[in-house]
Protein backbone atom coordinates (compact mmCIF):
# COMPACT_ATOMS: atom_id res chain seq x y z
CA UNK A 1 0.00 0.00 0.00
CA UNK A 2 2.82 2.09 0.98
CA UNK A 3 4.08 1.46 -2.31
CA UNK A 4 1.45 2.77 -4.08
CA UNK A 5 1.32 6.00 -2.22
CA UNK A 6 5.05 6.41 -3.10
CA UNK A 7 4.20 6.02 -6.37
CA UNK A 8 1.06 7.91 -6.50
CA UNK A 9 2.74 10.82 -4.93
CA UNK A 10 5.85 10.89 -7.17
CA UNK A 11 3.62 10.31 -10.55
CA UNK A 12 1.68 13.88 -9.23
CA UNK A 13 4.65 15.64 -8.42
CA UNK A 14 5.80 15.16 -12.20
CA UNK A 15 2.87 15.99 -13.30
CA UNK A 16 2.58 19.60 -11.20
CA UNK A 17 6.54 19.73 -12.55
CA UNK A 18 5.60 19.65 -15.83
CA UNK A 19 7.55 22.20 -17.88
CA UNK A 20 4.92 24.97 -19.70
CA UNK A 21 5.65 23.55 -23.54
CA UNK A 22 5.70 27.65 -24.72
CA UNK A 23 8.44 28.29 -21.78
CA UNK A 24 10.62 24.69 -22.86
CA UNK A 25 10.30 25.91 -26.51
CA UNK A 26 11.69 29.55 -25.95
CA UNK A 27 14.63 28.10 -23.44
CA UNK A 28 15.23 25.91 -25.97
CA UNK A 29 15.56 28.30 -28.78
CA UNK A 30 17.76 30.63 -26.68
CA UNK A 31 20.08 27.88 -25.46
CA UNK A 32 20.76 26.89 -28.77
CA UNK A 33 21.80 30.20 -30.07
CA UNK A 34 23.87 30.87 -27.07
CA UNK A 35 25.67 27.58 -27.49
CA UNK A 36 26.64 28.87 -30.93
CA UNK A 37 27.86 32.28 -29.64
CA UNK A 38 29.34 29.99 -26.55
CA UNK A 39 27.84 32.78 -24.04
CA UNK A 40 25.77 31.54 -21.17
CA UNK A 41 22.09 32.90 -22.15
CA UNK A 42 20.90 36.09 -20.52
CA UNK A 43 18.48 35.65 -17.64
CA UNK A 44 14.78 37.41 -18.56
CA UNK A 45 13.88 40.41 -16.38
CA UNK A 46 10.86 40.04 -14.17
CA UNK A 47 7.64 41.65 -15.39
CA UNK A 48 6.38 44.90 -13.89
CA UNK A 49 2.84 45.11 -15.43
CA UNK A 50 -0.16 47.06 -15.00
CA UNK A 51 -2.46 45.02 -12.59
CA UNK A 52 -5.89 44.49 -12.32
CA UNK A 53 -7.70 46.95 -9.58
CA UNK A 54 -9.42 45.43 -6.81
CA UNK A 55 -13.44 45.25 -6.42
CA UNK A 56 -13.57 48.19 -4.21
CA UNK A 57 -11.84 50.76 -6.18
CA UNK A 58 -13.91 49.73 -9.22
CA UNK A 59 -17.67 49.27 -7.85
CA UNK A 60 -20.04 52.22 -8.80
CA UNK A 61 -22.62 52.97 -6.12
CA UNK A 62 -25.98 52.60 -7.72
CA UNK A 63 -28.81 53.64 -6.01
CA UNK A 64 -31.96 51.61 -4.45
CA UNK A 65 -35.27 52.76 -6.20
CA UNK A 66 -38.03 52.09 -4.07
CA UNK A 67 -41.63 52.10 -5.60
CA UNK A 68 -44.42 52.81 -4.24
CA UNK A 69 -47.86 51.97 -5.13
CA UNK A 70 -46.97 48.10 -5.88
CA UNK A 71 -50.51 46.71 -5.68
CA UNK A 72 -51.70 49.07 -8.35
CA UNK A 73 -53.63 47.27 -10.75
CA UNK A 74 -51.97 48.73 -13.73
CA UNK A 75 -49.04 46.99 -12.85
CA UNK A 76 -50.46 43.53 -12.80
CA UNK A 77 -51.97 44.32 -16.11
CA UNK A 78 -48.75 45.19 -18.07
CA UNK A 79 -46.53 42.56 -16.61
CA UNK A 80 -44.72 44.65 -14.07
CA UNK A 81 -45.49 43.77 -10.93
CA UNK A 82 -44.63 40.01 -11.20
CA UNK A 83 -41.21 40.95 -12.00
CA UNK A 84 -40.47 43.79 -9.38
CA UNK A 85 -41.74 40.79 -6.70
CA UNK A 86 -39.23 38.67 -8.29
CA UNK A 87 -36.46 40.89 -7.18
CA UNK A 88 -37.87 41.38 -4.25
CA UNK A 89 -37.50 37.76 -3.10
CA UNK A 90 -34.68 36.29 -0.83
CA UNK A 91 -33.07 35.12 -3.94
CA UNK A 92 -33.77 38.06 -5.95
CA UNK A 93 -31.92 40.18 -3.27
CA UNK A 94 -29.00 37.71 -3.12
CA UNK A 95 -28.35 37.76 -6.85
CA UNK A 96 -24.95 38.33 -8.85
CA UNK A 97 -23.52 41.23 -10.70
CA UNK A 98 -25.04 39.50 -14.03
CA UNK A 99 -28.75 38.58 -12.97
CA UNK A 100 -28.88 42.29 -11.47
CA UNK A 101 -27.54 43.35 -15.03
CA UNK A 102 -30.65 40.77 -16.61
CA UNK A 103 -33.28 42.05 -14.02
CA UNK A 104 -32.39 45.47 -14.85
CA UNK A 105 -32.52 45.14 -18.66
CA UNK A 106 -35.94 43.13 -18.18
CA UNK A 107 -37.09 45.81 -16.06
CA UNK A 108 -37.04 48.63 -18.58
CA UNK A 109 -38.17 46.89 -20.91
CA UNK A 110 -41.27 45.97 -19.52
CA UNK A 111 -41.59 49.59 -17.91
CA UNK A 112 -40.98 50.91 -21.29
CA UNK A 113 -44.07 48.78 -22.42
CA UNK A 114 -46.21 49.62 -19.46
CA UNK A 115 -45.81 53.20 -20.03
CA UNK A 116 -46.90 53.01 -23.61
CA UNK A 117 -50.29 51.19 -22.33
CA UNK A 118 -51.43 53.36 -18.98
CA UNK A 119 -53.46 56.45 -18.51
CA UNK A 120 -50.55 59.49 -19.68
CA UNK A 121 -52.73 61.25 -17.36
CA UNK A 122 -52.55 59.14 -14.05
CA UNK A 123 -50.34 59.41 -10.91
CA UNK A 124 -48.88 56.30 -11.54
CA UNK A 125 -47.41 56.73 -15.02
CA UNK A 126 -46.04 59.82 -13.62
CA UNK A 127 -44.65 57.99 -10.95
CA UNK A 128 -43.53 55.31 -13.28
CA UNK A 129 -41.65 57.58 -16.24
CA UNK A 130 -39.62 58.98 -13.51
CA UNK A 131 -38.27 55.79 -12.57
CA UNK A 132 -37.68 54.88 -16.07
CA UNK A 133 -35.72 58.22 -16.08
CA UNK A 134 -33.64 57.25 -13.29
CA UNK A 135 -33.12 53.43 -14.16
CA UNK A 136 -31.69 54.59 -18.05
CA UNK A 137 -29.63 56.81 -16.39
CA UNK A 138 -27.92 54.34 -14.11
CA UNK A 139 -27.81 51.21 -16.61
CA UNK A 140 -24.41 52.42 -17.68
CA UNK A 141 -23.08 52.14 -14.00
CA UNK A 142 -25.04 48.80 -13.40
CA UNK A 143 -23.38 47.23 -16.60
CA UNK A 144 -19.90 48.71 -15.46
CA UNK A 145 -20.41 47.17 -12.51
CA UNK A 146 -20.99 43.54 -14.12
CA UNK A 147 -18.46 43.63 -16.47
CA UNK A 148 -14.83 44.79 -14.32
CA UNK A 149 -16.44 43.78 -10.64
CA UNK A 150 -18.54 40.66 -11.69
CA UNK A 151 -17.03 37.18 -10.59
CA UNK A 152 -17.22 35.55 -13.49
CA UNK A 153 -16.00 39.16 -15.78
CA UNK A 154 -13.51 39.99 -13.00
CA UNK A 155 -11.71 36.64 -13.24
CA UNK A 156 -10.98 37.57 -17.48
CA UNK A 157 -9.14 40.77 -16.59
CA UNK A 158 -6.78 39.11 -13.88
CA UNK A 159 -3.30 38.56 -15.09
CA UNK A 160 -2.20 34.82 -15.85
CA UNK A 161 0.96 33.43 -14.61
CA UNK A 162 1.58 31.02 -17.34
CA UNK A 163 2.24 31.62 -21.15
CA UNK A 164 -0.59 30.01 -23.40
CA UNK A 165 0.73 26.67 -24.86
CA UNK A 166 1.04 26.30 -28.96
CA UNK A 167 -1.99 24.19 -29.23
CA UNK A 168 -3.65 25.43 -26.30
CA UNK A 169 -5.99 28.31 -26.35
CA UNK A 170 -9.05 27.12 -24.81
CA UNK A 171 -11.64 29.59 -24.14
CA UNK A 172 -11.04 31.87 -26.71
CA UNK A 173 -13.72 31.05 -28.96
CA UNK A 174 -15.81 31.73 -25.53
CA UNK A 175 -14.18 34.93 -25.04
CA UNK A 176 -14.51 36.57 -27.98
CA UNK A 177 -18.72 35.47 -28.27
CA UNK A 178 -19.07 36.74 -24.73
CA UNK A 179 -17.20 40.19 -25.35
CA UNK A 180 -18.84 40.48 -28.67
CA UNK A 181 -22.24 40.27 -26.86
CA UNK A 182 -21.29 42.91 -24.28
CA UNK A 183 -19.93 45.18 -26.52
CA UNK A 184 -23.29 45.32 -28.67
CA UNK A 185 -25.43 45.04 -26.35
CA UNK A 186 -23.81 48.06 -24.23
CA UNK A 187 -23.55 49.91 -27.46
CA UNK A 188 -27.17 49.69 -28.05
CA UNK A 189 -28.05 50.39 -24.20
CA UNK A 190 -26.82 53.50 -23.93
CA UNK A 191 -27.62 55.01 -27.66
CA UNK A 192 -29.75 58.31 -27.80
CA UNK A 193 -32.78 55.92 -28.73
CA UNK A 194 -33.00 53.88 -25.82
CA UNK A 195 -36.57 53.13 -25.90
CA UNK A 196 -36.51 52.24 -29.77
CA UNK A 197 -33.60 49.62 -28.51
CA UNK A 198 -35.69 48.32 -25.57
CA UNK A 199 -38.76 47.62 -28.10
CA UNK A 200 -35.89 45.34 -30.22
CA UNK A 201 -34.24 43.90 -27.26
CA UNK A 202 -35.81 40.51 -26.98
CA UNK A 203 -35.73 38.47 -23.56
CA UNK A 204 -34.29 35.70 -25.82
CA UNK A 205 -31.32 38.02 -26.08
CA UNK A 206 -31.06 39.40 -22.45
CA UNK A 207 -31.54 35.80 -21.43
CA UNK A 208 -27.61 35.41 -23.47
CA UNK A 209 -25.81 37.27 -20.80
CA UNK A 210 -26.47 34.10 -18.13
CA UNK A 211 -25.34 31.74 -21.16
CA UNK A 212 -22.06 33.63 -22.02
CA UNK A 213 -21.46 34.02 -17.53
CA UNK A 214 -21.85 30.05 -17.92
CA UNK A 215 -19.36 29.73 -20.73
CA UNK A 216 -16.39 32.13 -19.68
CA UNK A 217 -16.95 30.82 -15.84
CA UNK A 218 -14.08 28.11 -16.21
CA UNK A 219 -11.41 30.22 -18.25
CA UNK A 220 -9.26 32.91 -18.01
CA UNK A 221 -8.18 33.12 -21.15
CA UNK A 222 -8.14 37.09 -21.40
CA UNK A 223 -5.28 37.42 -18.37
CA UNK A 224 -3.55 34.36 -20.05
CA UNK A 225 -3.69 36.33 -23.32
CA UNK A 226 -2.28 39.62 -21.56
CA UNK A 227 0.26 37.70 -19.51
CA UNK A 228 1.81 35.61 -22.53
CA UNK A 229 2.10 39.13 -24.73
CA UNK A 230 4.19 40.90 -22.22
CA UNK A 231 6.00 38.03 -21.63
CA UNK A 232 6.74 36.79 -24.86
CA UNK A 233 8.05 40.69 -25.54
CA UNK A 234 10.39 40.26 -22.64
CA UNK A 235 11.70 36.88 -23.41
CA UNK A 236 12.15 38.13 -27.21
CA UNK A 237 14.03 41.24 -26.09
CA UNK A 238 16.29 39.42 -23.77
CA UNK A 239 17.66 37.02 -26.85
CA UNK A 240 18.03 39.63 -29.59
CA UNK A 241 19.55 42.17 -27.05
CA UNK A 242 22.58 39.13 -26.44
CA UNK A 243 22.09 38.42 -30.09
CA UNK A 244 22.64 41.94 -31.46
CA UNK A 245 25.34 42.13 -28.51
CA UNK A 246 27.49 39.51 -30.00
CA UNK A 247 26.76 40.57 -33.41
CA UNK A 248 30.63 41.58 -34.36
CA UNK A 249 31.34 38.76 -33.35
CA UNK A 250 30.20 36.27 -35.97
CA UNK A 251 32.70 35.99 -39.07
CA UNK A 252 30.50 36.74 -42.51
CA UNK A 253 32.49 37.52 -45.93
CA UNK A 254 33.43 36.04 -49.10
CA UNK A 255 36.53 32.73 -48.52
CA UNK A 256 35.70 32.79 -45.10
CA UNK A 257 34.85 29.57 -43.01
CA UNK A 258 30.80 30.85 -41.72
CA UNK A 259 30.41 27.83 -40.12
CA UNK A 260 29.21 29.58 -37.05
CA UNK A 261 26.61 31.89 -39.01
CA UNK A 262 25.19 28.72 -40.49
CA UNK A 263 24.57 27.29 -37.46
CA UNK A 264 22.92 30.73 -35.90
CA UNK A 265 20.86 30.16 -39.53
CA UNK A 266 19.74 26.89 -38.29
CA UNK A 267 18.66 27.07 -35.39
CA UNK A 268 16.45 30.23 -36.86
CA UNK A 269 15.01 28.08 -38.93
CA UNK A 270 14.01 24.98 -36.82
CA UNK A 271 12.54 26.93 -33.59
CA UNK A 272 11.46 30.16 -34.92
CA UNK A 273 10.40 30.03 -37.82
CA UNK A 274 8.94 26.37 -37.38
CA UNK A 275 7.41 26.58 -34.08
CA UNK A 276 7.54 30.20 -32.37
CA UNK A 277 6.74 32.44 -35.48
CA UNK A 278 3.22 30.93 -35.61
CA UNK A 279 2.46 31.20 -31.97
CA UNK A 280 3.28 34.27 -31.87
CA UNK A 281 1.07 35.19 -35.39
CA UNK A 282 -2.00 32.98 -33.18
CA UNK A 283 -1.32 35.44 -30.09
CA UNK A 284 -1.76 38.59 -31.97
CA UNK A 285 -4.29 37.35 -34.51
CA UNK A 286 -6.39 36.58 -31.36
CA UNK A 287 -5.83 39.38 -29.16
CA UNK A 288 -6.62 41.80 -32.64
CA UNK A 289 -9.94 40.12 -32.77
CA UNK A 290 -10.48 40.64 -28.97
CA UNK A 291 -9.29 44.32 -28.73
CA UNK A 292 -12.10 46.23 -30.39
CA UNK A 293 -14.53 44.52 -28.38
CA UNK A 294 -13.04 45.71 -24.96
CA UNK A 295 -11.85 49.32 -26.07
CA UNK A 296 -15.30 49.91 -27.61
CA UNK A 297 -17.00 48.05 -24.14
CA UNK A 298 -14.44 50.33 -21.78
CA UNK A 299 -14.50 53.71 -23.88
CA UNK A 300 -18.51 54.20 -23.69
CA UNK A 301 -18.79 53.12 -19.79
CA UNK A 302 -15.98 55.05 -18.57
CA UNK A 303 -17.86 58.44 -19.86
CA UNK A 304 -20.35 57.00 -17.29
CA UNK A 305 -17.54 57.08 -14.32
CA UNK A 306 -17.18 60.11 -12.01
CA UNK A 307 -13.81 59.66 -11.32
CA UNK A 308 -12.04 55.97 -12.78
CA UNK A 309 -9.12 54.66 -10.54
CA UNK A 310 -5.79 55.60 -11.55
CA UNK A 311 -4.74 51.78 -11.89
CA UNK A 312 -7.89 51.21 -14.14
CA UNK A 313 -7.09 54.05 -16.65
CA UNK A 314 -3.36 52.82 -16.36
CA UNK A 315 -4.59 48.88 -16.64
CA UNK A 316 -7.09 49.98 -19.85
CA UNK A 317 -4.26 51.84 -21.82
CA UNK A 318 -1.72 48.83 -21.81
CA UNK A 319 -4.29 46.13 -22.27
CA UNK A 320 -7.45 47.54 -24.04
CA UNK A 321 -6.37 50.56 -25.81
CA UNK A 322 -3.18 48.36 -27.41
CA UNK A 323 -0.04 49.52 -25.50
CA UNK A 324 0.72 45.48 -24.79
CA UNK A 325 0.52 44.86 -28.60
CA UNK A 326 2.71 47.57 -29.59
CA UNK A 327 5.72 46.50 -27.00
CA UNK A 328 5.00 42.75 -28.56
CA UNK A 329 5.05 43.81 -32.24
CA UNK A 330 7.88 46.26 -31.82
CA UNK A 331 9.87 43.26 -30.04
CA UNK A 332 9.40 41.01 -32.88
CA UNK A 333 9.60 43.61 -35.70
CA UNK A 334 13.89 44.15 -33.89
CA UNK A 335 14.22 40.26 -33.77
CA UNK A 336 13.92 39.62 -37.21
CA UNK A 337 15.73 42.73 -38.57
CA UNK A 338 18.70 41.15 -36.57
CA UNK A 339 17.99 37.84 -38.60
CA UNK A 340 17.80 39.85 -41.64
CA UNK A 341 21.32 41.58 -40.75
CA UNK A 342 22.48 38.80 -40.67
CA UNK A 343 21.29 37.63 -43.79
CA UNK A 344 22.37 40.01 -45.79
CA UNK A 345 25.78 40.34 -44.26
CA UNK A 346 26.14 36.83 -44.74
CA UNK A 347 24.51 36.41 -48.11
CA UNK A 348 22.01 33.92 -47.24
CA UNK A 349 19.30 32.82 -49.19
CA UNK A 350 15.76 33.13 -47.34
CA UNK A 351 14.23 29.62 -46.81
CA UNK A 352 15.55 26.50 -45.82
CA UNK A 353 18.94 25.19 -47.01
Not at 93 to 122: G, M, P
Not at 318 to 324: A, K, L, R
Amino acid sequence: MMKILLVLCCTLLLISCKENATNALLNTYQQRLANVLEITPADTPLLNLPIYPDTRSLKQPVADIRMGLLDAYELRQCGLFQLIAERNSVLGKVQDQTRQLRYELLFLKQLNHCLTVLNSASELQSQLNDIYQQKQQQLPLVIWNMVFTGKEWRQQFTLGHQLLEPQQFGGYIETVAAFNYLDTLTTTMTSQNISQALVTLTPNHIEQLLYHQQQIHNTQYLGQLFYSMAQITAELNTITAQLTQHENNVICGKNINQQQAQYLRNVFYKYYVNDIQPYLSKLQSQYQQLQPYLDSLYTILIQHHDQPPAMMTLYARYYFQGEVQRQFQQATIEHVSYWQRLFKRCQFKVGHQ
